[in-house]
């Protein structure tokens, strides 16, 4: 009787252990977006960019770091129907760079499960005032042009060319959307930094967490009729 009554406890605790490491497998299974996306943006701690002749410094990203791989037709749909954070940028903007640790910390603080992540670097069109005249020297995507009219008046203006209806999508935008709907957008870091190539200190770094975290809110948020409980 007792032999049996033992059987059944360590078969219990036996399933119990199967559930809990299958569960603890789930969650840290790492995707090869994750770990494109850490190698992506660390391979370039501690060199020379070219333009700037100015060093970039070290970005250290979780392996497990929730970011997924979009592209611009899915940027598109996720502006329009999805929920969702949505990160605009690319490796060797110093602007991002400086962004990417705060992000995904906001992130995980929030338990958000996916960041959203697209490089729209080629896609974005060129354009310069020249004799006062605008000339575009290359053509921003048919996507591109959907993605700016999605961000409508919370797009930037294209700097430099004296016509605030022109606008532009600036590195590093990232945007909250709730079903469709831009909730809130947040582009570059904070004001009171003046040099992309100097870290955030550690004042700067909360100011933007909590940016990043009030966005994520935004989305997760319920919103309750008067009249209804949620």
């Known amino acids: 009787m007792e032999k049996n009554r033992l059987k059944i406890i360590i078969s219990a605790i036996l399933v119990v252990i199967v559930i809990i490491s299958a569960v603890t497998v789930k969650r840290e299974h790492v995707?090869?977006?994750?770990?494109?996306?850490?190698?992506?943006y660390e391979k370039y701690n501690g060199k020379i960019n070219p333009t700037a002749n100015k060093k970039y410094f070290d970005v250290n990203i979780d392996l497990k770091n929730g970011v997924k791989y979009v592209s611009a037709?899915?940027?598109?749909?996720?502006?329009?129907?999805k929920t969702g954070v949505l990160y605009f940028g690319f490796p060797?903007?110093?602007w991002c760079r400086n962004i990417v640790e705060v992000l995904l910390e906001a992130a995980k603080e929030t338990e958000l499960e996916n960041i959203y992540y697209y490089n729209a670097l080629e896609i974005?069109?060129?354009k310069y005032l020249q004799?006062?005249?605008?000339?575009?020297?290359?053509?921003g995507t048919k996507q591109y042009y959907k993605i700016l009219e999605l961000l409508g008046d919370k797009a930037n203006v294209y700097e430099g060319l004296g016509d605030t209806s022109i606008k532009r999508l600036y590195f590093p935008t990232v945007v909250f959307v709730k079903d469709g709907k831009i909730v809130d957008i947040h582009v570059s870091t904070v004001d009171s930094q003046e040099d992309p190539y100097k870290k955030l200190n550690k004042k700067q770094k909360e100011e933007l967490k909590n940016i990043y975290i009030k966005g994520i809110k935004k989305i997760n948020s319920v919103v309750c009729s008067s009249d209804k409980a949620c």
């Open 124 to 126: 974005r069109d060129e």
């Open 73 to 81: 037709k899915e940027s598109v749909n996720i502006l329009e129907r």
């Open 31 to 40: 995707t090869n977006d994750e770990k494109q996306f850490k190698q992506e």
């Open 92 to 94: 060797q903007c110093p």
């Open 131 to 139: 004799d006062g005249k605008i000339i575009t020297s290359k053509e």
